[in-house]
């Protein structure tokens, strides 16, 4: 099975622009979560989609958005860039199982804001 | 609010050595608790996960423990090789449905040939 996928790997902006991130979870997840990681901050969660509906968000400012379409792949958009919002930025999938609820990590988009 | 503690925040071993790695939290209300490891600049690996109503789980030479009522969990790493080299990260889930995990801030460990 083929693992989280996440496109693209690497992006450079400037401030003040716009960006998509695209994730695509393993087969038959349902619910795809997004984290940023900073050296800074470490790990942290932005937000999950589960069947196109956001079911639980982070902290974030509102200039971080998302979507999840019908065959559960999901996007994150930032708007209007700032230097901070330089990080990897992860996806997570997982298929609900209550309690039994592992998550898998695709490899990260690197985005660099100059 | 559920916070999340690695100690230490980096570890170096000599090859062969059998070493601990050490999670806590502060809310005991937790559904699993997830070890993962990263490499540099890449994604998170799962390692194991432990359910709220477990108390152990083990995958080859990794063996990871939950003690929910006193907020800790330790991964115990038998026989460490060059090849464990990499960060650790803990993360506790608090709601039983969905993804929302809290991580830790990892433990980098480097284990010399």
């Known amino acids: 099975k083929a693992g989280v996928t996440q496109t693209p790997r690497y992006l450079i902006k400037t401030r003040g622009q716009q960006v998509t991130l695209s994730c695509s979870p393993i087969?038959?997840?349902?619910?795809v979560s997004w984290y940023q990681q900073t050296p800074g901050q470490g790990l942290q969660f932005l937000f999950e989609?589960?069947?196109?509906?956001?079911?639980n968000k982070g902290n974030f400012p509102g200039r971080f958005s998302g979507r999840q379409f019908s065959n559960s792949r999901s996007e994150m958009n930032v708007s209007t860039l700032e230097l901070g919002d330089s990080a990897l930025y992860l996806c997570?999938?997982?298929?609900?199982?209550?309690?039994?609820?592992?998550?898998?990590f695709g490899p990260g988009t690197r985005l660099t804001v100059l | 609010k559920q916070e999340v503690t690695q100690i230490p925040a980096a570890l170096s071993v000599p090859e062969g050595e059998n070493l601990v790695l050490n999670c806590s939290f502060t809310d005991s209300a937790i559904y699993n608790l997830q070890w993962f490891r990263q490499d540099p600049g890449k994604g998170l690996t799962s390692l194991l996960l432990i359910q709220s109503s477990q108390r152990e789980q083990t995958s080859g030479r990794l063996n990871a423990s939950l003690d929910k009522s006193s907020g800790r969990s330790t991964l115990y790493i038998a026989a460490s090789q060059p090849g464990d080299s990499a960060t650790y990260l803990c993360?506790?889930?608090?709601?039983?449905?969905?993804?929302?995990?809290?991580f830790g801030q990892g433990t980098e460990l480097s284990v010399k040939p």
């Open positions: 997570a999938s997982s298929f609900e199982r209550g309690a039994y609820n592992e998550q898998f």
């Open positions: 993360a506790v889930n608090t709601h039983n449905q969905g993804g929302k995990l809290i």
């Open positions: 087969s038959g997840h349902r619910s």
């Open positions: 989609y589960f069947s196109e509906t956001q079911r």
